[in-house]
Structure formats: structure tokens, C-alpha cells
T-cell receptor
Framework: GESVGLHLPTLSVQEGDNSIINCAYS??????FIWYKQESGKGPQFIID?????DKRQGQRVTVLLNKTVKHLSLQIAATQPGDSAVYFC????????????FGKGTKLSVIP | EAGVAQSPRYKIIEKRQSVAFWCNPI?????LYWYQQILGQGPKLLIQ????????DSQLPKDRFSAERLKGVDSTLKIQPAKLEDSAVYLC????????????FGQGTRLTVV
């Protein structure tokens, strides 16, 4: 069936390095994607989103890239900090104009001081 | 601004018992969602409300799960009777309109069924 998934379950990076978290999706009709950060014991927190008519979108220290040809999404975090340690989820919005999100399994990012 | 409030934070029950979770969304948010997050997985949508009406409950196991939002503000999610596989974190989220507006999540209720 249709799903949103992640390539790597865990990622360890040195503080100050850049992090790249990848995500594959299978529904070619998906037109809106979101990255969430979830710290232990907390709910998911919105990081950045991107629509299918875009290839790249930048925020503060984060960049999301979308490759529709291979149905791949990535989140780049610049100058990774200890506070970035969390589980990162990509999600696709399948409901037309709504926030009915389908989440992937998540990647755990650990920042080594 | 106050966020989405959920209670209780933790709940442990025996299988076949009943349990209820409560959610108070951000003031003024018309849309409310309940998600189930099993350990090691991403959240899965259970039900979406727009004001006090159900927009989508296609993934809600209706034989044991029920949810209501009677006055279009607070919401409760109930499980009766609970099964071991219901052990999960139940997340409530709300958004202003439900259409291309960011959803804010509460901290969740961690349910353990033994």
C-alpha cells in the first residue's frame, strides 16, 4: 500500500556538522510534505514544509529538498547542535487542504558533543 | 499562547478495562485531530473534527474506540474495552481552520495496557 518511509532509523553526527535525513514516499499524488521534530516525551513539532510545485525550501538552519522524480524528500540541518537531538518524521498531507497527515517511522538524530 | 493540553499524561490499565483521554485545543482552533503513536512508529490519524462534526474517522477502530467533541472545543477519546495492542501514545492536535494551516500537537497521553 501507499506509505511514507525513512531510509535510516538512526543518525549520529558531530556537533557543528551538517545533518541530512532522508525520506522516501510512494504516493506520486502527494502534493504537500512536512518535517516534524519530536523530542522525548513531547508531541511532534513542525519544522518546515514544502509543496510539490517546489524543489527546495529553506528555513532557519534547515533546508528541505524534494525530488519528485524519485519520490524522495530530505531534511538538511546546518551546524547541528545538541538541541537538535530528537526523532525526525516526514509526513505527507493526503487530505485535500487539510492536515490529515501520514507519517513515516522516523529517524533518530543523535548529536555528539 | 497556551498550547494543546492533554490529560492524563500517563495511564496504566488492564486489558478489557475502559479508559478516556481528554484534550483542550488551542483557543479558537476549529479543527481537532486524534493520533495514535505506537512505540517506534510515526503517529497515525484516528479521527478529525471540524468544530463539533466528524470530518474523517475512517481509521478509527469503531468497535472499541469512540470520540466526541460536543461543544466544538474540548474532546474526549475513549477505548472500551482496551486490548494489549492499544498501548501507545495518544496525541491530540489542533489547527485554526484545518485547511493548509499548521497543526499544533499536545504532549500526548501514554497508555499502557497490561
Amino acid at each position: 500500500g501507499e506509505s511514507v518511509g525513512l531510509h535510516l532509523p538512526t543518525l549520529s553526527v558531530q556537533e557543528g556538522d551538517n545533518s541530512i535525513i532522508n525520506c522516501a514516499y510512494s504516493n506520486s499524488a502527494s502534493d504537500y510534505f512536512i518535517w516534524y521534530k519530536q523530542e522525548s516525551g513531547k508531541g511532534p513539532q513542525f519544522i518546515i514544509d514544502i509543496r510539490s510545485n517546489m524543489d527546495k525550501r529553506q528555513g532557519q538552519r534547515v533546508t528541505v529538498l524534494l525530488n519528485k522524480t524519485v519520490k524522495h524528500l530530505s531534511l538538511q540541518i546546518a551546524a547541528t547542535q545538541p538541541g537538535d537531538s530528537a526523532v525526525y518524521f516526514c509526513a505527507e498531507n493526503r487530505g485535500a487542504g487539510s492536515y490529515q497527515l501520514t507519517f513515516g517511522k522516523g529517524t533518530k538524530l543523535s548529536v555528539i558533543p | 499562547e497556551a498550547g494543546v493540553a492533554q490529560s492524563p499524561r500517563y495511564k496504566i490499565i488492564e486489558k478489557r478495562q475502559s479508559v478516556a483521554f481528554w484534550c483542550n485545543p488551542i483557543s479558537g482552533h476549529a479543527t481537532l485531530y486524534w493520533y495514535q503513536q505506537i512505540l517506534g512508529q510515526g503517529p497515525k490519524l484516528l479521527i478529525q473534527f471540524q468544530n463539533n462534526g466528524v470530518v474523517d474517522d475512517s481509521q478509527l477502530p469503531k468497535d472499541r474506540f469512540s470520540a466526541e467533541r460536543l461543544k466544538g472545543v474540548d474532546s474526549t477519546l475513549k477505548i472500551q474495552p482496551a486490548k494489549l495492542e492499544d498501548s501507545a501514545v495518544y496525541l491530540c492536535a489542533s489547527s485554526l481552520t484545518g485547511e493548509d494551516t499548521e497543526a499544533f500537537f499536545g504532549q500526548g497521553t501514554r497508555l499502557t495496557v497490561v
